[in-house]
């Protein structure tokens, strides 16, 4: 997916995207910030990199991000590089009770960072279910939980590779390096409609239920 081409918006893209380990409610829609994510890694020449695209909920973008990494060990680590990287950013431009939107294309990074945030509110702080996390990842790990307890809410969804934004800006960082350069920008997204439809997404409404 070229990333000068139009792609759907990020809050489709999560709208439509499953949320492992957390219910995707009606309401979903209305995160304030959405981040899609991802790190890539080349076994031959040992070279990886991260993108990061921030838009919020109506669209408008706050930042991108194409960023060589010469420094990870292997493409499980580089994800979780880039969603420390996409959050530290936020965190700077959002207010701190921004609901969150998080996309990524790796399976165990979006169950863990949803495990993380269930394990935020719940009143001992354990995880439902253990992390899974890559050793040389740990610290970033860290890095994610404490973004996470910093927004005023968050949860992440599940895309395919070739659905995320973000992939052509971790695989090639020196085709993209002119979007490091674009203006920062510290928007906040407008205020929904109070009538906008509460409807659940396409991919959560039930098909099965009888008049």
Not at 40 to 64: H, K, M, P, W, Y
Not at 125 to 149: E, N, T
Request: proline share 10%; charged share 25%.
């Amino acid at each position: 997916m070229a990333v000068h081409g139009r792609h759907p918006s990020l809050r489709d893209l999560f709208d439509e995207s499953p949320t492992p380990h957390i219910a995707h409610p009606p309401h979903t829609h209305h995160r304030d910030f959405y981040v899609t994510s991802d790190g890539s890694f080349d076994r031959e020449s040992g070279a990886g990199g991260l993108g990061v695209i921030i838009e919020t909920r109506d669209g408008r973008r706050v930042a991108r991000l194409s960023v060589p990494d010469s420094d990870v060990p292997d493409n499980n680590v580089a994800e979780y590089r880039a969603l420390h990287l996409g959050l530290d950013v936020l965190a700077v431009r959002a207010p701190r009770n921004a609901r969150v939107g998080v996309l990524v294309d790796h399976d165990q990074l979006a169950a863990n960072v949803n495990n993380a945030v269930l394990a935020h509110n719940r009143t001992d702080c354990r995880p439902p279910k253990p992390f899974s996390v890559p050793l040389a990842g740990k610290h970033h790990w860290r890095g994610i939980r404490a973004r996470i307890a910093g927004f005023g809410e968050l949860r992440a969804a599940r895309i395919r590779s070739e659905q995320n934004p973000a992939h052509p800006l971790a695989n090639a960082p020196e085709q993209y390096a002119h979007v490091n350069r674009e203006p920062e920008r510290c928007l906040l997204p407008d205020v929904p409609e109070s009538s906008e439809p509460q409807i659940p997404p396409p991919s959560r409404a039930d098909r099965h239920a009888s008049g």
